[in-house]
């Protein structure tokens, strides 16, 4: 090192570290606001009543042990599902969103491995075979990844969606298709 670069050298070495870590803040970020997205565009299409998602920490509304960094108020818990077509459709708003947030980032994205077993654990209890969800799940955000995409976005950006805003985006970035809804 050169007389009197100490100091400059050791500010860079700081920038660089606050760069990695806002890096990774960000990759965070994105990875929550990518989960956080393809829960509701799926609970979209099964026909849940979304009233809100977040990506503002909080605590999990199916799984109340977890604390997640963002949510979504929506009424697809499996617990409460009365037949075994329910809590399919449940199950596949479950593992919607660490789908989509692996489908985002990649085979190192960090995945909601708990939300995955809660989702297992439930298809296990109705007799529903697993990896079928775990499909069926995938087909539905492939098809729908603009929509994913764009409320992602949003939520990046505003933080928190209404039900109705929701709809809106998921509405308009949708290429209808013969059978959608
Ligand atoms: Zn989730």
Request: hydrophobic share 40%.
């Amino acid at each position: 090192m050169a007389p009197g670069r100490g100091v400059s050298a050791a500010a860079a070495r700081v920038a660089q570290l606050m760069g990695e870590r806002s890096d990774q803040t960000s990759a965070k970020h994105r990875a929550t606001a990518y989960h956080e997205a393809g829960h509701p565009v799926v609970a979209y299409w099964l026909g849940f009543a979304i009233r809100s998602v977040t990506v503002l920490p909080g605590a999990h509304p199916l799984f109340k042990r977890l604390t997640t960094e963002g949510r979504v108020d929506c009424n697809a818990d499996w617990v409460d599902a009365k037949t075994r077509r329910d809590a399919q459709r449940c199950l596949v708003y479950g593992v919607a969103g660490p789908i989509a947030e692996a489908m985002a980032s990649g085979p190192t994205g960090a995945t909601d491995t708990d939300e995955i077993e809660s989702c297992r654990h439930g298809a296990d209890r109705w007799g529903i075979a697993f990896p079928a969800v775990e499909r069926q799940a995938r087909a539905m955000l492939r098809l729908r990844w603009r929509a994913v995409k764009a409320v992602a976005e949003a939520l990046m950006a505003e933080g928190t969606l209404t039900g109705t805003a929701l709809r809106t985006l998921i509405k308009a970035n949708t290429v209808r298709r013969k059978g959608d809804r």
